[in-house]
Each structure stands twice: as structure tokens, then as C-alpha cells.
């Protein structure tokens, strides 16, 4: 528990958090039991003000709960029971605290009238960028709609969908308004329209 606590501090500012705030919530996703602050600052050797502020930032990512215990005045805190949870809120958060306000900024940049070559390119550099970041904003969107279970068979599709994605690249491009190379020929024992692809892919 103390080397996957001290590992979450170290990570923390990697991931825009402080150590306090990555030990507070690696404590509280290992902890059988709901947490009050002094326990919680008792455990890691912090002080009741820090502890406070690390449970207020929890709260922000909406990282933590707070509950209330029969018979204990104190108020007690515990991460979300399912992991999934955890990390589609990590997701949800991180999209919402970094890309959206980059593609807010892109979009009234590509108002702005474009003059000289060099207002062009930028102007087509931005657009790169911004067409890329609405497009995994899109994909993450469609993945927050995802069951867990369905998500965690997307998950494990993995490989096989990239290398059905290749195979379908590779086919010739006969019944669908195409004609195979010279010196192509067709292999009846691969699939050769979407149907069948995606028959491939569901089994």
C-alpha cells in the first residue's frame, strides 16, 4: 500500500495534480472504508490543511465522495467502488481541463480574416489541428455513451481490428464499382464486401 501511494504522489505532477492530492486519492482507492480528513492526514504525515485543500481538488475531478457515517459527526470520504468509473471521469475531466478550451481557442482563430502567405499557413496548421482535436473529442464523446462491458470489448478487440482495417485496405476493389490490378486475383476465401467485414469483426 505505501509504495502504491508514494508511486501515485510521484505521478501526480505528471498528471497536473500535486503529491498531496495523488497520495490523498491512491489512499482513499486502497482504504476498505470511507476515510475522514484527521485519519487521512494521520496515515500520509500531512498536515489538516493540506489534506483539506487535496480533498477539495478530488472533489473538483469529482474523484471522491463525501458521506456521512451513522454515529460520527466527521465527514468521510471514499473513491468511486467501480475502477472504469475512476478512469472515464479521469478521461471526462482531463477533455473537458485541456481540449475543449484549445478547440474554443481555434475556432474564433479560424474566424479571423487571413491576409498574407504566412496568415495562410497558420491559418491551415490551426485547422489541422483543430479538425484533430474535434475529431477525438467526437471519439471520446461516443466511448463516455459506451456500458462498461461493451467498453471493455472494444477494448480487447485491440489488434484484430487493426488488422481487419488492413486486410480491408488490401482487398481488390471488386464489387464495389472497382477492378482488380493486372495480375490480381481474387481469393474467395476472404471477404470482399462490408458485410462479411464486419462479420469478421464480430466473430
Do not use: Y
Not at 501526480?12 to 482513499?28: D, F, P
Not at 465527514?75 to 485541456?98: C, G, K, N
Not at 455513451?145 to 472494444?154: A, I, M
Request: charged share 30%; proline share 4%; net charge negative.
Amino acid at each position: 500500500m505505501q509504495a502504491f501511494v508514494l508511486h501515485f504522489g510521484e505521478m501526480g505532477s505528471r498528471w497536473g495534480i500535486n503529491r498531496t492530492v495523488g497520495q490523498i486519492c491512491a489512499l482513499l482507492f486502497l482504504s476498505g472504508r470511507p476515510l475522514p480528513a484527521d485519519e487521512i492526514a494521520e496515515a500520509l504525515g500531512f498536515s489538516r490543511s493540506n489534506v483539506s485543500m487535496g480533498l477539495k481538488e478530488l472533489q473538483s475531478w469529482r474523484l471522491v465522495r463525501l458521506q456521512h457515517l451513522p454515529g460520527d459527526r466527521r465527514e468521510h470520504f471514499s473513491t468511486p467502488d467501480d475502477v472504469w468509473q475512476i478512469v472515464r471521469t479521469l478521461a471526462e475531466e482531463r477533455r473537458r481541463r485541456e481540449l475543449d478550451p484549445t478547440l474554443s481557442v481555434l475556432r474564433d482563430l479560424l474566424l479571423d480574416k487571413v491576409a498574407s502567405p504566412e496568415d495562410r499557413h497558420a491559418h491551415a496548421r490551426m485547422r489541422e489541428m483543430h479538425d484533430l482535436l474535434e475529431l477525438i473529442t467526437r471519439w471520446s464523446e461516443d466511448i463516455q455513451k459506451l456500458e462498461t462491458d461493451q467498453l471493455v470489448e472494444l477494448i480487447r478487440l485491440g489488434g484484430r481490428v487493426v488488422r481487419l482495417l488492413e486486410l480491408k485496405n488490401r482487398l481488390p476493389l471488386i464489387g464495389r464499382g472497382g477492378k482488380a490490378g493486372a495480375g490480381d486475383k481474387a481469393d474467395d476465401s476472404r471477404p470482399t464486401d462490408e458485410s462479411s467485414f464486419d462479420e469478421d469483426l464480430m466473430s
